[in-house]
């Protein structure tokens, strides 16, 4: 595998990483973006699976990343594509850290967790446009969608049972139609 | 209560830490943990069970680990890790708790790929891809049901057109968006 690859996968996800504010979930929007659009590394059924695989496993959803690493470059992608993705934020982190015992006044930090929740949101919701617009955007999606949200914001279930009930529902629509 | 400087004063004197033990208590979060609520774990892990930290030791970090980019669990193994043990302490907690579910990941991809040609599977992961998004809704609609604010549901609306409509290099909107949307919260108190 080549070299420009990898290279093309740093400079993808240490941008994505920088502002990742909220974790992956922000991000999904610009990934399918670059990985699909930008760079045609996979196709929209590539970016589908992965989405669903990395939400199924367990563990951090950032194993998104590592996934479309491995898909575009094997081992060696999925490690660059990780590194690329987990090094820049764990820097911020640890220095962070040690400003932080330093200035131990919480006012501002308060504020500043209420200016950046609106853009996480915003970003949030371009994550899921891009999901559904992936699955074909249609109706069928965004119902599952809607009613997966209502299920949750109704009581808190466990997400992984939700997913697990997504996929007998469709199994059973798939075999029964 | 000393809420005062206790933590600025001088290194966090904890009994020695065993990376094995870290390593442990990442490795089981990682791979015992489905769709998030990540967090609820450490708490208990790190302050209720050993005495890695206190509660306001462990907000304070949860705090930081919030408003800095990244997932917040992934930040927190880092923050936890250099409390602990400093950039050793740091890798391992991130190792542990990312690298296998990374494997579990891919060979559970590689499974599916030897599959994908079977019309069920790719419907399937249609339906857990499109219930998977409905757990991110649900996330962002607590959010907006917080606030309140039309200001702050506005800032949303125009970041999620910039970046999932327009497709706008997000890298650059957030570098816009975010001081602009930090310097309203500062300047009214029900925005965010």
Not at chain 2, 142 to 171: E, Q, Y
């Amino acid at each position: 595998m080549d070299e420009d690859t990898l290279w093309a996968l740093v400079r993808v996800f240490v941008p994505i990483s920088l502002v990742s504010f909220g974790g992956l979930l922000t991000t999904i929007a610009e990934i399918q973006h670059q990985t699909i659009a930008v760079h045609g590394w996979i196709t929209d059924r590539d970016f589908i699976d992965i989405f669903a695989i990395a939400r199924a496993a367990p563990g951090p959803g950032t194993l998104m990343v590592t996934l479309v690493g491995w898909h575009v470059a094997g081992w060696m992608g999925a490690l660059v594509a990780s590194l690329a993705f987990y090094v820049p934020t764990s820097i911020m982190v640890g220095a962070g850290a040690i400003v932080w015992r330093r200035y131990r006044n919480t006012a501002w930090r308060e504020k500043i967790e209420r200016g950046l929740s609106p853009i996480a949101t915003g970003l949030i919701f371009a994550g899921v446009y891009a999901v559904l617009n992936a699955v074909g955007g249609t109706i069928a999606a965004f119902a599952t969608a809607g009613v997966s949200a209502a299920i949750l914001l109704w009581r808190p279930l466990n997400p992984f049972l939700l997913l697990c009930g997504g996929a007998a529902v469709y199994l059973l629509v798939f075999l029964f139609s | 209560m000393h809420d005062d400087t206790s933590v600025t004063t001088a290194e966090p004197q904890h009994p020695a830490v065993r990376l094995s033990e870290l390593a442990g208590v990442f490795g089981r979060i990682g791979l015992g943990s489905f769709g998030g609520g990540l967090i609820a774990w450490i708490h208990r892990d790190a302050v209720e069970r050993r005495p890695w930290m206190n509660d306001a030791e462990f907000l304070s970090g949860y705090a930081l680990c919030r408003i800095l980019p990244g997932a917040n669990i992934i930040n927190f193994a880092v923050y936890l890790g250099v409390h602990l043990r400093g950039l050793i302490g740091a890798t391992t907690a991130l190792l542990s708790l990312v690298v296998p579910p990374a494997i579990i990941g891919i060979i559970l991809f590689q499974i599916y790929e030897r599959y994908h040609g079977i019309g069920a599977a790719q419907f399937v992961l249609d339906g857990v891809a499109a219930t998977a998004a409905g757990l991110n809704v649900a996330t962002a609609v607590k959010a907006l049901r917080r606030s309140r604010n039309l200001l702050a549901a506005t800032v949303a609306i125009v970041v999620f057109v910039a970046v999932g409509i327009l497709h706008w290099p997000m890298l650059w909107v957030v570098m816009v968006a975010a001081p602009a949307s930090v310097a309203l919260a500062w300047r009214t108190e029900s925005y965010g």
